[in-house]
């Protein structure tokens, strides 16, 4: 099963599923940056369709929250504690 994202504008909300890889994070990062040069200093990451991961997949998005810190807004992995890595 692939990923798939659905963004919110608005409100600066991206919800995620299917199985999350490094290229599916590489998707997620560009749209979290591309939310944050749109203005939104949040971004939140709902994570609850994701249904597989594999560990390079999670770091990816553990980086990305990292380096939103680091610049001063903030990325929020919600639903984070519910994917499970997996082995790549």
Same mark, same amino acid.
């Given at each position: 099963m692939?990923? *798939?994202?659905?963004? =919110? $504008?608005?409100?600066g909300?991206?919800r +995620? *599923?299917?199985h &999350?890889?490094?290229?599916? +994070?590489d $998707?997620?990062?560009?749209?979290?940056?591309s939310?944050r040069e749109?203005?939104h200093?949040?971004?939140?990451?709902d &994570?609850?369709g994701?249904?597989e991961a =594999?560990?390079?997949g999670?770091?990816e998005l553990? *980086?990305?929250? =990292?380096?939103?810190?680091?610049?001063g807004a903030?990325l929020? &992995?919600r639903? +984070?504690?519910q994917?499970? +890595?997996?082995?790549?």
């Open positions: 692939m990923m *798939s994202e659905t963004v =919110d $504008l608005r409100t909300l991206i +995620a *599923s299917g &999350l890889t490094a290229q599916g +994070a $998707l997620l990062r560009g749209t979290a940056d939310l749109g203005g200093r949040r971004v939140v990451l &994570l609850a994701i249904r =594999d560990d390079a999670v770091a553990h *980086s990305l929250r =990292d380096r939103f810190a680091a610049d903030e929020v &992995l639903h +984070a504690t994917v499970t +890595a997996e082995p790549v």
